[in-house]
């Protein structure tokens, strides 16, 4: 079995990818209300603070504050995935070890983790997140997305409307590192 090396530093803050198996699928934005539901009851039972959050179609990207002392956002996504996938039926595509251990074979079994370093790395893989949409083609400005804290950072001024379509702004962030 495979050993991931994952960074588990308490109060940490980190940049998450989780996928769906099936790629073509767009179950996360079909079911949003699920999903919403799924992180909301999450964050009930084990706190954390959502710093920003991208949903798409097939994946979905979010950076997440957790609490000092606390370095486990294993069980987070666990509960997360979980609680998403209890409200669908199981893919037709498992594969046989997906089957036998009571997997529905919606998500990948992993997800990519990177702790931010500094506020410099935490504001490329947040412009990352919230560019996303127009990377993947789904729009063409970022404010026309709805699944995204793009909006919320809007209302906080952190961003404005027009963000990555200003004429002197980068219209495409690089890829976080």
């Known amino acids: 079995m495979s050993r991931y090396r994952r960074d588990h530093t308490p109060g ?35 706190p954390f603070e959502t ?31 979980t609680g998403f996938s ?8 498992r594969s046989t070890s997906k089957v036998q251990r009571g997997e529905k074979g919606i998500w990948q079994r992993r997800f990519w983790e990177h702790r931010l370093r500094d506020e410099a790395d935490l504001q490329n893989h947040t412009d990352y997140l919230h560019f996303n949409p ?6 063409t400005q970022v404010k026309d997305w709805p699944y995204s804290s793009f909006h919320r950072h809007v ?23």
């Open 155 to 177: 209302r906080a001024g952190k961003l404005s409307e027009d963000w990555a379509h200003e004429p002197d702004a980068t219209p495409h962030p690089g890829d976080p590192a």
């Open 51 to 81: 710093v920003a959050v991208c949903i798409l179609p097939d994946h979905l990207h979010a950076i997440w504050q957790l609490p000092p002392g606390d370095a486990d956002f294993s069980t987070r996504w666990r509960l997360i995935k």
């Open 12 to 46: 940490a803050c980190h940049f998450f990818t989780v996928t769906l198996a099936d790629r073509r699928s767009s179950l996360l934005t079909q079911h949003i209300g699920l999903l919403r539901q799924s992180w909301r009851r999450t964050t009930e039972r084990y």
């Open 86 to 93: 209890r409200g669908l039926p199981a893919s037709s595509m």
């Open 134 to 139: 127009v990377k993947h083609g789904l729009v």
